[in-house]
Structures are given as structure tokens and as C-alpha cells.
């Protein structure tokens, strides 16, 4: 499986949790040759996290990456 594309489509705070949830668009094509799947995918993330897990944007996209892996 190739995640061809990840975009936030849409992003909220979750202010009793202290999270960022996004909705992430994904493009993933399966296997060589295959149809392109595009799917959303709904994410959330801790709002602050050390600085070595980096960007919070860049955070909810690499948990879209790994959900994308269960579509």
C-alpha cells in the first residue's frame, strides 16, 4: 500500500482534553495498478507534546499516515 497524498481537511480544539482533532483526507492506491481509495479520516492528537514529536500539523498527518494503514 502507497499513501499517495495527506491533507487537514478540517481542524478542532477539544478544550476539555486538551486535544486537536482533524479530519485528515487521505489518497492511497493499494497495490500497484489499483484504483485510487481517497478516504477521511477522523484523528486527534495531545495539543501540546514535547518539541521532539514535532509540529502539531505535522503530528495529525503522520496519525492519518498510520490510520490510513487500517482503511
Request: glycine share 6%.
Amino acid at each position: 500500500m502507497r499513501i499517495l497524498n495527506t491533507k487537514i481537511a478540517d481542524a478542532r480544539w477539544i478544550q476539555g482534553d486538551q486535544r486537536v482533532q482533524a479530519d485528515i483526507d487521505v489518497v492511497i492506491q493499494p497495490f500497484p495498478g489499483a484504483e485510487l481509495l481517497r478516504r477521511t479520516l477522523l484523528v486527534s492528537v495531545p495539543a501540546r507534546a514535547p518539541q521532539s514529536e514535532g509540529r502539531l500539523r505535522d503530528r495529525l498527518m503522520r496519525q492519518g499516515e498510520i490510520f490510513a494503514h487500517f482503511v
